[in-house]
């Protein structure tokens, strides 16, 4: 079975400035040897960011960019129910959308691939995480 990793607001980010830190994730991705997964919610924030820095047009153009990728953008709804859940367990230490986005990781067994240091030593069954600090 093909890898799969959850990516975060913060790595879609990198990801459309060209990091070098994410590209093999996103070249593995790109090839097939990896399934990218991300959440509307994170998709949604990502072009919520984007527009503040770089406009509206950037904004759209970007989303309508990873729509069309390999990445898969799942919608939230489905995983609310165990979100609630994790962010009642882990209170403050997440928000609301890094809660989805760890309960789509566990149902899916992906690695996050996360520029949030709060996700560091992070023990939850079925996930991996990766946190790809920003400089």
Same mark, same amino acid.
């Not at 809660?99 to 520029?115: E, F, G, S, Y």
């Not at 709060?118 to 996930?127: C, I």
């Given at each position: 079975?093909?890898?799969?990793?959850?990516?975060d607001?913060?790595?879609?980010?990198?990801?459309?400035?060209?990091?070098?830190?994410?590209?093999?994730?996103?070249?593995?991705v790109a090839?097939?040897?990896?399934?990218?997964?991300?959440?509307?919610?994170?998709l949604?924030?990502?072009?919520?960011?984007?527009?503040? @820095?770089?406009?509206?047009k950037? +904004?759209?153009?970007?989303?309508? &960019?990873?729509?069309?990728?390999? =990445?898969r !953008?799942?919608?939230?709804?489905?995983?609310?129910?165990?979100?609630?859940?994790?962010?009642?367990?882990?209170?403050?230490?997440?928000?609301?959308a890094?809660?989805?986005?760890l309960a789509?990781?566990?149902?899916?067994a992906?690695?996050?691939? @996360?520029?949030?240091?709060a996700? +560091?030593?992070?023990?939850?069954? &079925?996930?991996?995480?990766?946190? =790809?600090? !920003?400089?």
């Amino acid at each position: 079975m093909a890898r799969r990793y959850a990516l975060d607001t913060g790595v879609l980010s990198l990801h459309v400035d060209g990091d070098p830190r994410v590209r093999p994730f996103m070249d593995e991705v790109a090839r097939g040897g990896a399934e990218g997964i991300v959440t509307d919610l994170a998709l949604t924030e990502f072009q919520y960011k984007l527009c503040q @820095t770089a406009g509206r047009k950037m +904004a759209e153009t970007q989303g309508k &960019r990873i729509r069309s990728s390999r =990445l898969r !953008v799942v919608h939230s709804s489905p995983y609310l129910e165990l979100a609630w859940r994790l962010k009642c367990k882990h209170r403050s230490r997440f928000s609301l959308a890094d809660c989805v986005l760890l309960a789509v990781a566990q149902v899916h067994a992906c690695r996050i691939l @996360t520029t949030d240091g709060a996700f +560091a030593d992070l023990r939850e069954p &079925r996930v991996s995480v990766q946190v =790809l600090p !920003v400089t």
